[in-house]
């Protein structure tokens, strides 16, 4: 399987991993969107939130809330903000589910039927 995140995890392509346990890691986005820009990232590949198994779902949950224990060490105590896009509508361009969490500075959300 041909998956950047899965080769990430895997050591395969170099990336700081800044946190990692047994359900995710999380890494800075190559491109970032906001001051800081990380990817939370479910150690297991599937694609959509629709290929989630129960024990999935679990993990997902367990990691979401380890965030909050990582503000220090990720500059999040002014905020953040998680973003999960699903598919093309979202441009998803890479197809193992991660969580954006863009933070450090104000974060504008944008009318998009503009
Ligand atoms: P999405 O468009 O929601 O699928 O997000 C994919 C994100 O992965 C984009 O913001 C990319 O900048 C980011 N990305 C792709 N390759 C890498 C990489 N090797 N290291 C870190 N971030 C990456």
């Known amino acids: 399987m041909d998956c950047v995140f899965c080769k990430i995890r895997d050591g395969e392509i170099p990336s700081e991993k800044l946190y990692e346990d047994e359900d995710m890691f999380i890494i800075r986005d190559i491109e970032p969107k906001a001051a800081k820009h990380y990817l939370m990232i479910p150690k297991r590949h599937y694609k959509l939130i629709s290929d989630m198994t129960d024990a999935d779902a679990e993990s997902f949950a367990r990691a979401l809330r380890k965030i ?47």
Do not use: C, E, W
């Not at 909050?68 to 890479?94: C, E, F, H, I």
């Open 68 to 114: 909050p224990a990582l503000s220090d060490k990720l500059g999040l105590n002014g905020g953040y903000r998680l973003m999960v896009n699903q598919g093309d509508d979202a441009g998803q361009t890479v197809f193992h589910l991660h969580v954006h969490i863009l933070a450090g500075q104000p974060l504008d959300f944008p009318d998009l039927k503009k």
